[in-house]
Each structure stands twice: as structure tokens, then as C-alpha cells.
């Protein structure tokens, strides 16, 4: 059976005007952008804000005394976790962000943590699309740059 278009041609019942067109073009009038939704897991939404704060100056660390512990394993076996010390709730446009740190000495502390809420407002915003609500930053210690040279040093009881 052949049916008539607009313009009095005969066209075949198979095939609709959509199916004659390009791939990669749209029909006048019509937009070239498909339909559908976009899932963006709330893991990915976590990593993008670990990025995000670990780029701040001032911020030696994310996560609490257990995670940094876990964290020091995964890197001794080169698998870092981004996320860790970032926990999200994401909803359907926006996301409420948590951060846990542990910030260089000496470094004004709420600078460092207004830093961390514009970077990762930002990376969020930008990269992901969702509205952020609040991000939320415990600063759980400070790093002292002596640590890291009695850390380095054994002990005299320990070479014994």
C-alpha cells in the first residue's frame, strides 16, 4: 500500500520521513539532541569532590585516622581512593557534600575550608551539572612538618 505525502508523492508504507534522513541531521524544526536520562552515580560524584579539595592548598590529607589507614594500604598496593574522606547524598539536581581533612601547619584553617567549598562547588557544578547545596568540611587534625621527619628517622630503641 503506498501513501501520500505532503506534496502528492507516492512514498512506501515502511519507511517514515525520520528513516530518510541522515544520520547526524534533523528534520527542520526539530532539535538534533535525543532523548533519555543520565545517571551519574553518587561515587562518581564523591571522586570528583575528592579531586576537587585535594587540589586545595593547605589540605595534607582527606578522611579521618581509620581511613587515611586504609588509604596507606591501597596505596602501598597503588590503588588510591580519590573519595576517601568525601561522602555525598545526591538527589535528582542536586548534592549535599561532606569532607574530612587533615590540614597542613601551619595554614589558617578557615580559608583552607572555604577554599575546599568553592573548588569542589565548582568541580561539581561544572562537571557533573548538580546543584550543590552544601558542603560540609571536619578538619580532624593537623599535619606538622616534624611528623614526617620523626616518621623518617627510626628510633635508637628500634635499631637495637
Known amino acids: 500500500m503506498d501513501l501520500s505525502d505532503t ?14 534522513a541522515p544520520i547526524g541531521t534533523a528534520l527542520a524544526g526539530e532539535p538534533l539532541t535525543g532523548t533519555g536520562k543520565t545517571v551519574i552515580n553518587d561515587g562518581v560524584v564523591a571522586k570528583v569532590a575528592g579531586l576537587a579539595a585535594r587540589e586545595v592548598a593547605g589540605v595534607h590529607a582527606l578522611g579521618g585516622g581509620a581511613a587515611r589507614a586504609l588509604g596507606a594500604i591501597r596505596e602501598a598496593m597503588n590503588n588510591t581512593d580519590v573519595s576517601q574522606g568525601v561522602s555525598v547524598e545526591v538527589g535528582e539536581t542536586q548534592v549535599a557534600v561532606d ?62
Open 7 to 20: 506534496n502528492g508523492t507516492a512514498a512506501s508504507s515502511n519507511k517514515s520521513p525520520r528513516s530518510r
Open 99 to 160: 569532607v574530612t581533612i587533615v590540614a597542613d601547619y601551619p595554614v589558617q584553617l578557615q580559608q583552607v575550608a572555604d577554599d575546599i567549598r568553592s573548588n569542589v562547588i565548582r568541580a561539581i557544578e561544572d562537571l557533573v551539572g548538580l546543584e550543590v547545596t552544601e558542603v560540609n568540611v571536619t578538619i580532624v587534625d593537623i599535619h606538622l612538618p616534624s611528623d614526617d621527619n620523626t616518621e623518617a628517622e627510626p628510633t635508637k630503641a628500634a635499631l637495637r
